[in-house]
Antibody, heavy 120, light 111 residues
Framework: QVQLQESGPGLVQPSETLSLTCGVSGYSISDGYYWGWIRQPPGKGLEWIGCIYHGGNTYYNPSLKSRITISVDTSKNQFSLKVNSVTAEDTAVYYC?????????????WGQGTLVTVSS | QSALTQPPSASGTPGQRVTISCSGSSSNIGSNAVYWYQQLPGTAPKLVIYRNNERPSGVPDRFSASKSGTSASLAISGLRPEDEADYYCAVWDASLGGRVLFGGGTKLTVL
């Protein structure tokens, strides 16, 4: 059974960098699939952030592309998200997930999510 | 405002059949597969429909979906109290270099 777990600081200062890691168990990232990030501001809907393949190929949300980096560490079986120059609008529950055999909209496994608050 | 339009709310009584619509355009629903997610309160979303109308293992056959042109719909028959949740459609959109779009979500209430 594939399991994903997000980790990282729950509070980030405005203008700083938000950094999260998603640890994967039950499946080796090196064996394939894309792996991605989605976020959900409190009380609002879902927003796709982007995804990465184990070889490093990435797809980013054009509205966030200038501020985000998704990377993968196959030796640790994990992938990461960095969001630069954060503001209060980046406050959200951040989910990591595995992109299934369909296109990038196909998230078949999800982490439980982690709340990141941007505030001084 | 999302490029995928869903009604903000829907409701039904136990045993009823309810449908939730998702309206898009030729650059998304009109040319790519639609996915549906169920989000119970306080939990991560869960995939209930993939590739327009296929159900993942473990999802009851009470859940079905269809797509026609630039619109899609999710149907839940034999409504149960545990179906009360937020439902989101999702699709790949070819505009702006490509991105995943989520609908704004529909809150389903079981009366």
């Amino acid at each position: 059974q594939v399991q994903l777990q997000e980790s990282g600081p729950g509070l980030v200062q405005p203008s700083e960098t938000l950094s999260l890691t998603c640890g994967v168990s039950g499946y080796s990232i090196s064996d394939g699939y894309y792996w991605g990030w989605i976020r959900q501001p409190p009380g609002k809907g879902l927003e796709w952030i982007g995804c990465i393949y184990h070889g490093g190929n990435t797809y980013y949300n054009p509205s966030l592309k200038s501020r985000i980096t998704i990377s993968v560490d196959t030796s640790k079986n994990q992938f990461s998200l960095k969001v630069n120059s954060v503001t209060a609008e980046d406050t959200a529950v951040y989910y990591c997930g595995r992109v299934g055999s369909g296109d990038a909209s196909h998230f078949d496994y999800w982490g439980q999510g982690t709340l990141v608050t941007v505030s001084s | 405002q999302s490029a995928l339009t869903q009604p903000p709310s829907a409701s039904g009584t136990p045993g009823q059949r309810v449908t939730i619509s998702c309206s898009g355009s030729s650059s998304n629903i009109g040319s790519n597969a639609v996915y549906w997610y169920q989000q119970l309160p306080g939990t991560a979303p869960k995939l209930v429909i993939y590739r327009n109308n296929e159900r993942p293992s473990g999802v009851p056959d009470r859940f079905s979906a269809s797509k026609s042109g630039t619109s899609a719909s999710l149907a839940i028959s034999g409504l149960r109290p545990e179906d009360e949740a937020d439902y989101y459609c999702a699709v790949w959109d070819a505009s702006l270099g490509g991105r995943v779009l989520f609908g704004g979500g529909t809150k389903l209430t079981v009366l």
